[in-house]
């Protein structure tokens, strides 16, 4: 259901909010002085940001900060978020830049934009992610980022719905960076109470099958694989070539690979 955003900030299309907008944000600021501060967990970190920015690019908060829940009477809320994380969501808010460069503080906000219904966030997010994992860029601001292992992957896995960008991005890296032949794919010894979500078993049984002629060497891996060599487009979660048209064709230059047939991919 369209918010009512004051001041005309309806997006004239109905994905203009599936990717951050300086001119949709401007027009919100411009039009709205009703502010609300945001706390992190901790409460050692806060910052005021404008209503109605929030409720554009979350249903989630719409619903409860405007409907007749008990958050729709306060101008402060508590997020589930550290102080960097909750700073990363108030600069993302306002300028559509991602500040965290570790993996832990990037999939921890992504778990929160999941939950809080962001497609926005989660697609800067997951520009991020690609650009600071991307193997070939050895002199990434994030280079650390490739240093995240499966047990420091499973506690997101555990969380994240498999339709989400990062769940199949992760899918994607730990089989190309975390296996160097199909046969070493031993979950029973990684997840032995075998809580890993059998679709994550899935995923990486196709994509193994359809990279079985990669090579075996991890630097030559680096090159072929997904998660390195294509648009960061392929984990936006677009639903059609006509939506990514709309909100990505002039943000990357590269033309995603499942975009031709929408949803299809060697997950599916």
Request: proline share 5%.
């Amino acid at each position: 259901m369209p918010l009512d955003i004051p001041g005309g900030a309806e997006p004239e299309k109905k994905w203009e909010r599936n990717t951050w907008s300086a001119k949709n944000v401007s027009k919100i600021i411009a039009s709205s002085s009703d502010m609300m501060k945001i706390n992190s967990q901790n409460r050692s970190f806060s910052a005021s940001v404008h209503r109605e920015l929030l409720c554009y690019y979350s249903p989630y908060y719409a619903a409860a900060l405007k409907g007749g829940f008990a958050e729709a009477q306060t101008n402060t809320i508590t997020i589930d978020l550290s102080d960097e994380e909750t700073a990363d969501l108030v600069s993302w808010l306002y300028s559509g830049q991602i500040i965290s460069s570790y993996y832990s503080q990037l999939f921890d906000v992504y778990v929160f934009a999941d939950e809080k219904k962001m497609l926005a966030l989660r697609r800067s997010l997951m520009s991020k992610i690609v650009l600071c994992c991307d193997a070939r860029n050895e002199d990434s601001e994030a280079n650390e980022i490739n240093y995240f292992g499966l047990d420091d992957m499973l506690p997101y896995i555990y969380r994240l719905p498999p339709s989400c960008g990062l769940f199949r991005y992760l899918a994607d890296f730990y089989v190309h960076h975390w296996i160097l032949m199909p046969c070493d794919v031993r979950f029973d010894k990684e997840d032995p109470d075998k809580r890993i979500p059998r679709e994550f078993y899935w995923y990486v049984i196709k994509a193994l099958a359809a990279d079985r002629n990669r090579m075996i060497t991890p630097k030559a891996s680096n090159l072929l694989c997904r998660c390195c060599q294509h648009s960061s487009c392929n984990y936006h979660e677009h639903v059609s070539g006509d939506e990514w048209g709309q909100t990505c064709e002039e943000v990357y230059e590269n033309t995603p690979t499942d975009i031709n047939v929408p949803g299809e991919s060697y997950y599916d």
